[in-house]
């Protein structure tokens, strides 16, 4: 997983599945523990049925992520807004 990537549903899928079946608490880090984290943090939140606004809030400025278009983590934002519907938000 690449913060200046997109991550769409087929490779969000097996993401997915790892945090559903590993044992929980789940530590989640990645080179700065905002971007990627963040990302996968809201996907963890989205499959323990934690609502919209919840999972979102993993991807914020609170735990260091910088939500600007265009920037080197900006493909995170994005993916977040795609994969809202396939997990079932309203977006």
Request: hydrophobic fraction near 45%.
């Amino acid at each position: 997983m690449s913060a200046g990537k997109r991550l769409g549903p087929e490779k969000a899928a097996p993401l997915m599945a790892l945090l559903r079946a590993a044992p929980k608490p789940v530590l989640i880090h990645c080179m700065s523990g905002a971007d990627r984290t963040g990302l996968a943090s809201a996907l963890l939140l989205a499959n323990l049925n934690h609502d919209e606004d919840a999972a979102e809030r993993q991807i914020s400025f609170r735990y260091g992520h910088i939500s600007i278009p265009y920037t080197a983590a900006w493909p995170m934002d994005q993916s977040w807004e795609a994969l809202e519907g396939w997990l079932g938000f309203s977006s």
